[in-house]
C-alpha cells in the first residue's frame, strides 16, 4: 500500500503565484485607497472652513500633520498601481509583488497615524474635554487589535511552514 503525504499549499508555479498575490493585493489596495482618498479629500477642504481660523495653534499644528500623513498614506497606497503600471511585462512580477506589499503595509501604518490625528483634531475641537487622548488611545488599541495583532496572532498560530 502507497502511503501519500496530505498536500500543504497550492500546486502553483512562481509565476502563477505572483499572479494570485498580485490580485490578491490589489483587491485589498482598493478597500484601503479608497478610505484614504475619502479621507484625505475632506481634510483637504478643512482649511477653507471659516472655523479654521479660530482654531487654536495646537490644533492647527495637529491639523497639518495629519494633512501630510494623509498624503502620505495616499501616496503608499496608491504606489503599487503605480509599480505594476511602471514594471509590467518586464517579468519582475514576484518582485513587484514584494514591493507593492511593502507599500500597503507602510501605507496601512499611515493610514492609522492619519485616523488617529484625524480622530484627535475632530474631538479636541468638537468637545474641548479631557477624556479625548482616552479616547482616541481606546480607538487607536481597537484598530491595532484589529489591523495587526489579529492577524498577526493568526498567522503565528494556524502557519505551518
Known amino acids: 500500500m502507497v502511503e501519500t503525504q496530505p498536500r500543504t499549499g497550492r500546486d502553483e508555479t512562481q509565476e502563477e503565484r505572483a499572479d494570485r498575490m498580485w490580485v490578491e493585493l490589489i483587491q485589498e489596495v482598493r478597500v484601503a485607497q479608497t478610505g484614504v482618498q475619502i479621507l484625505f479629500g475632506f481634510l483637504l477642504?478643512?482649511?477653507?472652513?471659516?472655523?479654521?481660523?479660530?482654531?487654536?495653534?495646537?490644533?492647527?499644528?495637529?491639523?497639518?500633520?495629519?494633512?501630510?500623513?494623509?498624503?502620505?498614506?495616499?501616496?503608499?497606497?496608491i504606489g503599487p498601481v503605480s509599480l505594476h503600471r511602471v514594471v509590467s511585462g518586464r517579468k519582475?512580477?514576484?518582485?513587484?509583488v514584494q514591493w507593492a506589499s511593502r507599500m500597503t503595509f507602510v501605507g496601512l501604518l499611515l493610514l492609522l497615524a492619519t485616523m488617529t490625528s484625524s480622530l484627535l483634531l475632530?474631538?479636541?475641537?468638537?468637545?474641548?474635554?479631557?477624556?479625548?487622548?482616552?479616547?482616541?488611545?481606546?480607538?487607536?488599541?481597537?484598530?491595532?487589535?484589529?489591523?495587526?495583532?489579529?492577524?498577526?496572532?493568526?498567522?503565528?498560530?494556524h502557519t505551518t511552514t
Do not use: M
Open 92 to 96: 519582475v512580477k514576484p518582485q513587484a
Open 45 to 77: 477642504t478643512v482649511v477653507f472652513q471659516q472655523k479654521y481660523a479660530s482654531l487654536e495653534q495646537t490644533d492647527k499644528t495637529i491639523y497639518i500633520v495629519t494633512v501630510v500623513l494623509g498624503a502620505a498614506a495616499t501616496g503608499a497606497l
Open 122 to 157: 475632530v474631538l479636541r475641537v468638537a468637545t474641548h474635554n479631557a477624556a479625548v487622548p482616552w479616547i482616541v488611545a481606546c480607538v487607536v488599541a481597537w484598530y491595532v487589535l484589529c489591523w495587526y495583532v489579529i492577524p498577526l496572532w493568526t498567522r503565528r498560530r
